[in-house]
């Protein structure tokens, strides 16, 4: 899984700017559902149809947008202002470097290094130019952090663990799949990291009977981290709420079932600050019943987000678990 | 608030600066066509009517009225958005146009004993801007002021402070609670009381967000049937400034394969504080075309959109701009998220001050967002959404 999870890391998406990624995703699935479509926002979409009558229709979401930052002006030295896309914070930005769709990096500078809280307005990306006329990014231009893909022990770290995670678990159960009763339907969305934007109108094009979103998760399992029942390598994590969302009781059991009956360690997650596509698909159309598979992860929205290799893996396990069996709510 | 005057932002694409005289003009800025003075005349009476969110009704019947003869039907929904709808050929992709009609303004919310009105914000007002500002009430226009305390009774400490919009009141020259109620009643609205004007080759008025959008999109329903190869849908929203809850529903209804929002947008184009610095967050300048929006607080704007809109305006030799990515919205922010999703994006015209008794917008800026939004309908195909 480790190649593919480095090739998904490795590629530029910031939120709206998702047609690389999309491209990339929609080869690694060629051949494996029975329908691939690109919906109205840029979703990706890959149904693998229904094989028995008792069958129900399971949607299952993870994001392929990342964060990154967008050009606001670029000034007379040829320097690039910027405003995020999504959470990006302050604190990771300097002497990060970030890439632009067409492969120009930059460096993110800032006005006075002596600054204690700095703020992305004192911040401008340093492209090697000297001058408007030689700069090769203007207004309105995205890019997303940059940062090659490593392995520590059995973690493994890289830009946009989230939700490259999540989409190279969706990938490798499509690819694991031996036979379901149900129509899988899985949405690889936009434009979650501004507000779980794309997720609800694929939902509504989908009408799903229930939906799983796969995303990360944080951790309470770093120095002075917030209280936190969730570890990494502690296995994957099934979300009981976040603060957008509160996860259908009778998707959480089914889950926990399933993790127990194939001896799957599993934690359960309740998680004060975020949400996920799961948010917005419960409130599509007339309501669907969601839920969320996390994966643990450190360091979320820095370029260094770490999840355990396990855990990842766990996730696999228990959506093919849960997909090859009946399901009743 | 600029410590000296405005530098316009290279005003390259005006044609001689109009000569400016100490009186304002009622007359558009020469050159203009009759069809030009039509439409200013339109935006004229656009921006001087009391419309403010929830109740579009003055403003609506304006519209209506002029827009009778210019589409093939014309229909009101549920809460007030009104559509006009140019069928195209057959199986033409359905694109809908959208502006809001609404205004910020003020609520009536009540009549003390003495005859004075207590009244609330309805929508982005800064309590800075309030004091002493004549307003009109209603859709006939009663005149009030909203009262403050001469320069000769307020303590120095006063002057440090903001008066929040609770202790102001609007003033109708009423002597009693019956004397006012027989001229006002509890939730009406009210808005700064600001006639149109040209101030050289700029206007100034109230409400010009985004009465401009509702002219521009009244001269997009003036090209004939048969210039557009789409089925165009030109949605006139409500309460889009309490929220953009008007083009929710419109949106729904539509049903469109894409949209383009026309809005305003403030230009912050004035220097930076510190004459050493570069301002840059202008927002837009003032003369410098319509603006393209990239991201804004509620939309990432469709990128394939936005390539035909520039690549439109570089082909037809129309100036445009990119708003800056920033916060803020427009009503493409719902619209996009209807059903299962709308590509959308937004064009503003650039205005300084808005939310404020005098916004002031380039005309050129007007006219040519028009021609933009225009030019990309007549020469919409196939490719403009393809992947």
């Known amino acids: 899984m480790k190649p593919l999870i480095k090739k998904l890391v490795e590629s530029y998406g910031p939120s709206g700017h998702e047609d690389q990624i999309r ?5 690694e699935i060629k051949g494996l559902a029975d329908y691939v479509t690109v919906d109205p926002l840029g979703n990706l979409i890959a149904v693998i149809k229904k094989k028995s009558k008792s069958g129900r229709k399971v949607m299952l979401a993870a994001h392929m947008d990342e964060i990154g930052v967008m050009v606001t002006h670029v000034d007379s030295k040829g320097f690039a202002r910027f405003v995020p896309i999504g959470g990006v914070y302050a604190t990771t930005c300097l002497g990060g470097r970030v890439r632009f769709a067409d492969g120009t990096l930059g460096v993110i500078g800032i006005e006075d290094r002596k600054i204690n809280s700095p703020s992305l307005d004192q911040m401008f990306i340093d492209v090697g130019a000297t001058g408007v006329g030689d700069c090769p990014v203007r207004v309105g ?23 490259r995670i999540g989409c190279a678990v969706l990938v490798e159960v499509m690819r694991a799949l031996k036979r379901t009763p149900h129509e899988v339907q899985f949405a690889f969305t936009v434009q979650e990291e501004v507000g779980t934007r794309g997720a609800g109108p694929s939902a509504f094009g989908l009408e799903p009977d229930l939906a799983l ?43 926990e079932q399933r993790a127990a009956e194939a001896r799957l360690p599993a934690q359960r997650e309740v998680l004060e600050g975020g949400s996920t596509d799961a948010r917005s698909i419960q409130i599509a159309r007339a309501g669907v019943p969601a839920g969320c598979v996390s994966i643990p992860c450190r360091h979320i929205h820095t370029p260094s987000e770490m999840v355990d290799l396990r855990d990842v893996e766990g996730a696999v396990s228990l959506i093919l678990q849960t997909l090859e069996k009946p399901i009743e709510l | 608030m600029a410590r000296k005057p405005a530098k316009p932002a290279k005003p390259a694409k005006l044609k ?33 009517t009391v419309a403010v969110s929830g109740d579009e009704g003055p403003v609506r019947r304006l519209i209506l009225e002029t827009i009778k003869d210019l589409a093939d039907e014309v229909k009101v929904d549920t809460l007030g958005n009104v559509f006009a709808i140019k069928p195209g050929p057959a199986r ?25 009105l207590k009244f609330e914000a309805v929508g982005g007002l800064d309590d800075r801007i309030l004091l002493g500002k004549p307003v ?3 859709e006939s226009k009663v005149p009030g002021v909203i009262g403050m305390k001469p320069i000769h009774l307020v303590k120095n400490a006063e002057r440090e402070s903001v008066v929040k919009i609770d202790s102001l009141r609007i003033d109708v020259g009423a002597t009693s609670r019956d004397s006012a109620g027989r001229l006002v009643r509890p939730g009406d609205r009210a808005t700064f009381a600001t006639p149109f004007t040209y ?11 985004n009465r401009a959008g509702c002219a521009t999109l009244v001269e997009i329903l003036r090209g004939a ?31 469109p394969d894409a949209a383009i929002v026309l809005d305003t947008t403030q230009a912050n184009d004035l220097p930076a504080p510190d004459e050493e610095d570069e301002n840059f967050k202008y927002n837009t300048r003032l003369g410098q075309g319509p603006a393209i929006y990239t991201q804004d607080g509620s939309t990432l704007h469709d990128r394939r959109l936005i390539k035909h809109l520039t690549a439109i305006a570089e082909s037809k030799g129309i100036p445009y701009q990119f708003r800056q990515p920033g916060g803020g919205g427009t009503d493409a922010g719902a619209i996009q998220r209807t059903r299962a999703g709308v590509p959308t994006v937004s064009v503003s015209t650039p205005a300084r001050y808005i939310h404020s008794p005098g916004a002031l917008m380039s005309i050129d800026d007007y006219r040519n967002a028009a021609r933009l939004v225009r030019a990309a309908l007549e020469n919409w195909d196939g490719k403009v959404l393809r992947r």
Not at chain 2, 202 to 209: N, Q
Not at chain 2, 228 to 250: D, H, K, M, N, S
Request: aromatic share 4%; charged share 25%; glycine share 10%.
């Open chain 2, 92 to 116: 033409a992709p359905r694109v809908m146009v959208a502006a809001h009609m609404d205004e910020v303004g003020f609520m009536i919310v009540g009549v003390d004993g003495d005859g004075l």
């Open chain 1, 23 to 27: 491209d990339l995703i929609r080869g």
């Open chain 2, 16 to 48: 001689k600066p109009a000569k400016q005289s100490a009186k304002p003009r009622k007359a558009a800025p020469a050159p203009a066509t009759p069809q030009e003075e039509a439409s200013l005349e339109l935006l004229r009476k656009l921006s001087e």
């Open chain 2, 199 to 209: 101030l050289g080759p700029t206007a100034r008025g109230k409400a010009l967000d």
């Open chain 2, 136 to 138: 009109w009430i209603g």
């Open chain 1, 141 to 163: 231009d995205a890019a997303g952090f940059y940062r090659p893909f490593e392995e520590v022990g059995s973690r493994l770290v890289a830009k946009s663990m989230d939700d």
């Open chain 2, 225 to 255: 049937r048969s210039a557009y190869p789409v089925e165009l849908i030109c949605a006139f929203t409500v309460q889009e400034e309490v929220g953009l809850r008007g083009a929710r529903v419109a949106g729904f209804a539509a049903k």
């Open chain 1, 213 to 255: 979103a796969v995303d990360v998760t944080l951790t309470g399992d770093t120095p002075k981290a917030n209280k936190m029942a969730v570890s990494l390598g502690a296995g994957a994590a099934i979300k009981v709420r976040d603060s957008g969302m509160l996860a259908d009781p009778r998707i959480v059991a089914l889950l």
